[in-house]
């Protein structure tokens, strides 16, 4: 059965580089298996191109695979492409999409040639494990273009759900920086929950859709990660990765100041994952917050590569990790969390949903951790973000709203560098002494 097609926000950043790049780049497009980089694909050489093949390394014919061990002669490399998929090219009006490029090096390499000869525009995507290690015996092409592809976020979410009115409320209440309402905020918080429950993956969201059972989901998303923990395997045989993907909810409910790796494995230690969090990373799985030692417009520049946090890519695969205890997540807690009535501090899952948004908007994820001068005590800024030259400190409480010292330690210690606070909870909008309160439904809109 083919996947559905659901609107993204990426199709515009196709569409540019369609217009403005395509002449001279290949677009790669890169992400994690399962977020619907080959569904996009494929739905954009539908609409925008005369003619399109799809080659998908994964199932191609080992014909097809063969057409890539000699390409110097194009017009018979042409020619037989044609034959084999049974399409016909049209010079400047086709496209040819190499999906899961990663599995044929030759075909990437490919790339600078077929650019060069100007015919035909090329997309390529490339999913979870990292491309790199298909490539250490070929010349990487330097005409490609890259974009990454991330799990729907909420604004997408709300689409695919057939609402398309509520995104456009929060942004005016956003803009105006007016309260909600109690019934409005109730109903908001309300859809907020469904998506973190369900997440971006388009065969969660797709199963949610078909069934309106969220145990259903929950099988569905399991699947998903039973895929990259098989996969995590072809990154490192020894097991670590996915202990490591799976610790990740421990790690953030246990309020640590960094990721602790003996909760992943005892006895591991950093100079173990100094080569596989890298790939950890390029599979898009996770997110990375690093700890910024001088927080300032330039964190990246002083950050500490060995202190950190890790979050799952998607919040809804996060809640499925937070009880793979069980075979299945039943109905009963999904919708106690979809009420908000389990008895469990949910704060790690509204961490992990900030992370995520955060980094969908383009923002790299830093912390920032500071003792007491008067105890052992240590204050810790959730996440650290750029405007201008000014930073702005985010402290994410799912309880009591009020207390955030750690964020007025911050602006004390930080105050000619700081813009604009905020808190995120689960209450209404307000702005008070300097902070702006919101709502975790606003930060996809900040």
């Not at 925008?48 to 080659?55: A, D, G, P, T, V």
């Not at 388009?202 to 099988?219: C, H, K, R, S």
């Not at 006895?267 to 927080?295: C, E, F, K, W």
């Not at 946090?309 to 990790?321: E, I, N, P, R």
């Amino acid at each position: 059965m083919k996947d559905a097609v659901f609107k993204r926000k990426i199709y515009d950043e196709i569409l540019e580089w369609k217009e403005k790049r395509s002449n001279k780049y290949a677009l790669l497009i890169k992400g994690a298996r399962r977020v619907g980089k080959s569904t996009i694909a494929e739905e954009f050489a539908k609409n925008e191109f005369k003619s399109y093949i799809l080659l998908d390394f994964a199932h191609a014919s080992k014909e097809i695979m063969a057409l890539f061990d000699d390409t110097y002669n194009l017009d018979f490399f042409f020619l037989q492409l044609q034959q084999l998929t049974r399409t016909r090219l049209y010079e400047k009006e086709s496209v040819i999409i190499f999906d899961e490029v990663q599995l044929l090096p030759k075909a990437r390499q490919a790339i600078k040639y077929l650019v060069a000869d100007g015919r035909y525009k090329y997309i390529e995507t490339g999913s979870l494990i990292s491309i790199k290690k298909n490539t250490k015996d070929i010349l990487i092409p330097s005409e490609e273009h890259k974009i990454s592809m991330y799990p729907m976020d909420f604004e997408e979410f709300l689409w695919a759900i057939g609402d398309e009115i509520t995104a456009e409320t929060i942004k005016t209440l956003l803009k105006n920086k007016n309260a909600a309402g109690n019934s409005m905020h109730r109903d908001l918080m309300r859809k907020f929950r469904l998506y973190m429950l369900i997440g971006g993956m388009p065969q969660a969201i797709e199963t949610y859709l078909e069934t309106n059972n969220l145990q259903a989901v929950d099988e569905a998303k399991r699947e998903i990660v039973d895929l990259y923990e098989e996969d995590f395997t072809k990154i490192d045989s020894s097991g670590l990765a996915g202990d490591i993907y799976d610790a990740i909810p421990a790690n953030l409910s246990g309020n640590a100041s960094r990721y602790i790796l003996a909760s992943a494995r005892e006895g591991t230690r950093a100079d173990q994952v100094v080569d596989l969090l890298p790939d950890m990373l390029s599979s898009y799985t996770v997110n990375i917050a690093y700890h910024a030692n001088n927080p300032g417009v330039g964190m990246a520049l002083e950050k500490d590569s060995g202190r950190y946090k890790l979050f799952t890519s998607d919040v809804g695969l996060f809640v499925t990790l937070a009880f793979k205890d069980k075979n299945y997540t039943e109905n009963v807690i999904y919708n106690k969390l979809l009420s908000d009535k389990l008895e469990a501090n949910l704060g790690y899952v509204y961490e992990n949903v900030v992370a995520q948004m955060l980094k969908v908007k383009g923002n790299n994820l830093f912390y920032y951790t500071m003792e007491s001068e008067t105890s052992n005590h240590l204050y810790e800024i959730d996440f650290l973000t750029s405007v201008g030259d000014k930073i702005c400190p985010i402290e994410v409480k799912y309880g009591n709203y009020r207390a955030h010292k750690s964020l007025d330690v911050f602006c004390d210690k930080f105050s000619r560098r700081v813009k604009d606070k905020y808190v995120v909870h689960t209450k209404d909008y307000k702005w008070e002494n300097g902070i702006n309160y919101i709502p975790v439904y606003m930060v996809p809109f900040l």
